[in-house]
């Protein structure tokens, strides 16, 4: 499966992105996905998740209340809002494997694929 992350770019503190994430596979829908990111001189971390269905989802503390993930059958979104210049980072969005329908992914290890990521820039 190769993944494919867009929507990237430069926006200003308290702006907002939609980030998507496609698949070469046309049961992308049948995936678990997270958006995670990688700013620089830190470790990549978890940013939010979803379940196959959608019904399930997950987010780390510090995007609470300002990003939203949600998907289609054939993409994933994040949609970012209130951006922050912490916010700033390559996202990557990955998947999981698990068929489960309440499952989120939400550990690195726990990611099966991954895309090439794309780079969020929110200027203060």
């Known amino acids: 499966v190769q993944l494919q992350a867009s929507g990237g770019g430069l926006v200003q503190a308290g702006g907002s992105l939609r980030l998507s994430c496609t698949a070469s596979v046309r049961t992308f829908n049948e995936y678990p996905v997270g958006w995670l990111r990688q700013g620089s001189g830190k470790e990549r971390e978890f940013v939010a998740g979803?379940?196959?269905?959608?019904?399930n989802i997950r987010y780390v503390d510090s995007v609470k209340g300002r990003f939203t993930i949600y998907r289609d059958k054939s993409t994933v979104y994040l949609q970012m809002n209130n951006l922050k210049p912490e916010d700033t980072a390559v996202y990557y969005c990955a998947a999981d494997q698990v068929a489960n329908n309440q499952y989120v992914p939400t550990k690195l290890a726990d990611f099966d694929f991954w895309g090439p990521g794309t780079l969020v820039t929110v200027s203060s």
């Open positions: 979803i379940s196959r269905t959608g019904r």
